[in-house]
């Protein structure tokens, strides 16, 4: 008798559903997601990789290399304690950088843009260093928040102290550092990068039991033509945002409707189209922009890789 024949009388169920809730990230999944959901849908979602991925390493550098200047002053580096870096200390830790992401696979897309990244970094230590540096209370400052179905992960770039109470947690900050130009303030670009900054606020609020005192996006791309030796931080650069629970609440609930919007988009396999056009910066790298069906979109109109 087949050995299988011993098995006739036995009757598997179906599968047990998967009851883990998925886990977004604010800025890879939900801003992206925001943006375009038809490139976050092949790239974030889908797993195929950019052929233009080097377009990350500009945000990646400077976010890296601005940490690791946190770390100099804090004598982690070492460096003694309290010491800001040098322009050779800069320019060493970004060659320790523009390395490790070049091993994997990430380059700047042309001399130019590793020297202009550079030069941004060295301008933000000689602008920003000397008075922020001493107030960052941790880089890198991660945040979690278990939402009704789904687990949201955010990533706050420096959690700064207020120097007149440098232990209350009521009043530190939250900064979020871009490497971009500052967009206009009625943009929905800049209407997501407040949201973005509310709900850090929020996580910020579950972890500490209080809200920090304010929320700053810093634009780098405002600082490359400044001269730091006259000081002056350029006006457009830094964005304070006020952080009442109405905006909070608010922002939440964009946020909430964006991650079950990717849950909708995941079940039936289709991704939606931004209702806005996207930042012109979002379409000219994207490796899909051939065939968007956008009426407008805000690229010219080219081949594949082009």
């Not at 939900?30 to 990350?56: E, K, L, W």
């Not at 971009?180 to 943009?187: D, E, F, I, L």
């Not at 509310?198 to 929320?215: D, F």
Request: charged share 25%.
């Amino acid at each position: 008798m087949p050995v299988w024949e011993n098995f006739r009388s036995v009757r598997v169920g179906p599968p047990n559903a998967n009851r883990a809730r998925p886990r977004f990230s604010l800025t890879s999944d939900i801003m992206s997601f925001r943006r375009c959901g038809r490139q976050y849908g092949h790239f974030g979602n889908d797993g195929f990789v950019p052929a233009q991925a080097t377009q990350i390493f500009y945000g990646t550098v400077i976010h890296q290399v601005l940490d690791m200047c946190h770390r100099h002053w804090r004598g982690l580096m070492g460096a003694p304690k309290d010491t800001l870096p040098s322009d050779e200390d800069v320019t060493r830790y970004f060659g320790e950088v523009r390395d490790a992401l070049r091993f994997h696979g990430v380059r700047a897309v042309s001399v130019e843009v590793g020297d202009q990244a550079l030069h941004v970094i060295k301008v933000f230590n000689a602008l920003e260093g000397p008075t922020l540096y001493d107030r960052v209370h941790e880089s890198e400052f991660r945040l979690e928040s278990d939402r009704e179905d789904y687990i949201l992960r955010g990533v706050v770039d420096v959690l700064a102290r207020n120097a007149a109470a440098p232990e209350d947690w009521s009043q530190m900050e939250i900064w979020d550092y871009k490497g971009t130009n500052a967009p206009s303030k009625t943009s929905a670009e800049m209407k997501n990068y407040r949201w973005q900054m509310l709900v850090y606020a929020e996580l910020y609020r579950q972890r500490s039991g209080v809200y920090p005192a304010k929320a700053v996006l810093y634009f780098l791309g405002e600082i490359k033509n400044t001269d730091p030796a006259n000081g002056q931080r350029p006006l457009r650069a830094l964005t304070e945002i006020a952080i009442t629970p109405a905006d909070v609440a608010e922002a939440l609930r964009e946020f909430d409707k964006s991650a079950r919007d990717i849950m909708a988009a995941r079940a039936i396999g289709a991704w939606p189209l931004p209702t806005t056009a996207p930042p012109k910066g979002t379409c000219e790298i994207c490796d899909i922009r051939w065939s968007c069906p956008l009426p407008n979109p805000p690229f010219k109109a080219r081949l594949p890789f082009a």
